[in-house]
């Protein structure tokens, strides 16, 4: 206790005098940050509930209490003395109903939580949109710095505002009268259908919590597959499935983007073999329905083939990998193919081919001699 104590004193004195509510948002988005960008953290579901209340109600509850740092005035005090009562009675009624409104200057509790979300779905796009213009892109660490940095500057505003206002006038939330109120109705039940209802409402909490915690905890296995696949760079440095390279010269290397999505439902160590091969398109007649030998299909033989690489990589689930390769073919002539062979999480063969995985795509080159 001592020990928890001295820590607590360390931090600074405007964070140590944070509201509860306040200081609840901030250590929110910590552990929301954490829990997304952290290693080991980031691949358990925990990330799910956090980054919801994270986009859905963090930044518009920080905004809302930035712009609303005081109580709401209770109905007693918006009504005013008996000689305000006198003199509104001169009034027409809706002047009366205009003074009412004009006096009410802080907002309840379900109105903080209903703006809270309506805020944030409104802010958070706008935050993306602004990322969509600039260097970084709409992606996670991106994403993630600035809805934290937005709520966190909202936060300190929305502090600093509180501190001005008497104690009396500022925002706070009931947490004591909400405990007492809870626990002199669970506890203390005026009858026995009461306490009859109590047990069936905590009963009834704790089997939905429990539906929620399995539901998240252990989501449904979803469609298990991989990808491969080339990209290549355009004039504007953006990366397209197009203009690949197709004319070599023996002995030079283009570049080219190797990509590899993993769906595997879990981690995956990836291996891929690269492959020149010498082809021959023959084509077979084959009988159609009629038994006329008149339909035809080409069949691609395989005349030679050499390794010309293998390289391993480690990618997580729902995760996508890009790698730079240098491609220099060695055989010579037309119609080489080049074949990228995926293996995830297997054995290679000796002497891979296009028969030995699901995952492969491939280059059709042309090789002239130097």
Do not use: C
């Amino acid at each position: 206790m001592v020990a928890f104590r001295s820590l607590w004193l360390l931090l600074p004195r405007p964070v140590r005098k944070l509201p509860a509510d306040l200081a609840a948002i901030v250590v929110l988005v910590v552990v929301t940050n954490v829990s997304a960008l952290a290693p080991m953290i980031r691949e358990t579901p925990l990330r799910v509930p956090l980054g919801l209340a994270f986009v859905l109600f963090v930044p518009g509850y920080a905004f809302i209490a930035a712009l609303f740092p005081e109580a709401a005035d209770s109905p007693a005090s918006t009504a005013g003395s008996p000689a305000d009562s006198d003199m509104m009675a001169d009034d027409s009624d809706t002047d009366g109903w205009y003074d009412s409104l004009a006096a009410q200057d802080g907002i309840d509790g379900l109105e903080r939580v209903a703006l809270s979300f309506g805020l944030s779905i409104a802010v958070v796009p706008l935050i993306g949109l602004v990322l969509n213009f600039t260097p970084w892109g709409i992606r996670l660490v991106p994403i993630a710095v600035s809805v934290s940095g937005f709520t966190l500057i909202a936060t300190a505003v929305a502090a600093s505002r509180r501190r001005e206002l008497p104690v009396e006038d500022r925002f706070q939330v009931p947490y004591r009268t909400w405990y007492a109120a809870g626990r002199a109705e669970l506890l203390e039940p005026d009858t026995r259908a009461d306490a009859a209802l109590n047990v069936l409402l905590v009963a009834s909490v704790i089997l939905a919590a429990g539906s929620v915690w399995y539901a998240v905890m252990i989501p449904p296995d979803g469609e298990q597959f991989s990808a491969i696949y080339l990209l290549t760079e355009d004039d504007d440095g953006e990366l397209v499935a197009d203009d690949y390279p197709t004319e070599f010269v023996q002995g030079e290397s283009q570049e080219l983007i190797v990509g590899i999505d993993n769906h595997e439902q879990q981690t995956t160590e990836y291996t891929v073999v690269v492959l020149e091969q010498e082809v021959e398109v023959v084509a077979n007649e084959t009988a159609n329905s009629d038994g006329d030998s008149n339909a035809t299909a080409n069949e691609t033989i395989v005349r030679e083939q050499r390794e010309l690489d293998r390289f391993s990589t480690t990618i997580a689930h729902n995760e996508s990998g890009l790698q730079t390769y240098d491609l220099e073919p060695t055989m010579t002539g037309e119609n080489q193919r080049i074949v990228w062979l995926l293996f995830p999480d297997s054995d290679v063969p000796s002497e891979p081919s296009m028969e030995d995985t699901e995952y492969s795509v491939h280059l059709w080159v042309t090789v002239s001699e130097p």
